[in-house]
């Protein structure tokens, strides 16, 4: 399996810490129209960070163009629509946490994850200590990433976050 990450997942990753992640769960790629989007003032180590995970660019080909253009509708981006089309064409796992993309992943056959995969991966594959990603919990919905709250709360559970009831 080969990852292909999404500028949302990686931003999101980055505002905790947490971008060598991806790349310890299985090699990541991020297309390099959509690592530009990464790349402003607020997150100025990003590409750096990125680049020590082991993240690999990856070149946009000119023939992706014309059919990304025809793909892109709606919510669905043209960085959105390039992504489907590698994904789709070099077999990559698709990370994002971006619906429109999502719905054209399940329905172009794409497989697909997102954020919720990630911590979940990170637990199962012991790839950092649950306080820390019961920290991460925390900092993301402070961050207002649109979580779903009943697959956060389930983590916290999974975590053992000190926030959360068992009964």
């Not at 990464?38 to 990125?50: F, G, H, R, V, Y």
């Not at 956060?152 to 559970?157: A, S």
Request: overall charge negative; aromatic content about 6%; proline content about 4%.
């Amino acid at each position: 399996m080969i990852l292909l990450t999404d500028a949302n997942i990686l931003i999101t990753l980055h505002d905790v810490g947490g971008i060598p992640i991806l790349s310890q769960l299985a090699p990541t790629e991020i297309l390099d129209v959509v690592f530009e989007e990464c790349l402003n003032d607020s997150q100025p180590d990003l590409k750096e960070t990125a680049m020590a995970a082991g993240i690999v660019v990856i070149e946009s080909e000119l023939g992706w163009l014309e059919e990304a253009q025809d793909i892109a509708e709606g919510a669905l981006s043209e960085q959105d629509a390039y992504c489907f089309i590698y994904a789709r064409d070099a077999g990559r796992v698709l990370v994002s946490g971006d619906k429109p993309l999502r719905k054209k992943c399940k329905a172009g056959g794409v497989e697909y994850r997102g954020l919720i995969w990630v911590l979940e991966e990170a637990y199962n594959e012991g790839l950092m200590e649950t306080g820390v990603l019961c920290e991460w919990l925390v900092l993301l919905n402070s961050h207002d990433r649109r979580l779903p709250k009943t697959e956060i709360e389930r983590l916290k559970v999974l975590f053992e976050c000190p926030d959360t009831n068992h009964h």
